[in-house]
């Protein structure tokens, strides 16, 4: 995974680098994981992911960005689309509280994370370009569980 990480990073720069020296106008966004309702009639990896989720994007949230960096003629670049940033305790404790249910267990490690302040994919560059998320880590799961549970999943 670390390597698709760099691999895509290496190419979306080059791609970048190639755009400005021929003069062509591009705008790239990353999404770290989208998380929210699906509609295939499978598990999606990011659903299997979700419960070690440390960024995500709503699906909403990552087609607004799409629209609004492709009828912004002022931007250009790279942006990075993350509605949310949580330590994985936060996460377990959100889920914990929000789904009951669910019994999601809070580990001895996972409560080491607690006051873990690491690094953070910034989207800084788009909320100063006017960008506004519509959705936070509650509108996700609703959606995610709510798929989840129509689907037989969970």
Known sequence: MKFFALSKTITGKKGLEFAEDNEV???????????????????????????????AT???DA????????????????????SIGLSAYDLADFLATAYPDFNIP????IKETKDYKGRSLSTKKLLDAGFKYRHGVKGMYSGLVKSGKERGFL
């Open 25 to 55: 106008d591009v705008v790239s966004c990353v999404l770290p994981m989208v998380i929210g309702p699906f509609v295939c009639p499978f598990v999606p990896a990011s659903v299997y992911l979700a419960a070690s989720l440390f960024f």
């Open 106 to 109: 809070i580990t001895d490690k």
């Open 63 to 82: 087609v607004d960005t799409h629209i609004f960096l492709m009828e912004n003629p002022d931007v250009k670049g790279r942006y990075m689309c993350r």
């Open 58 to 60: 709503y699906i909403e």
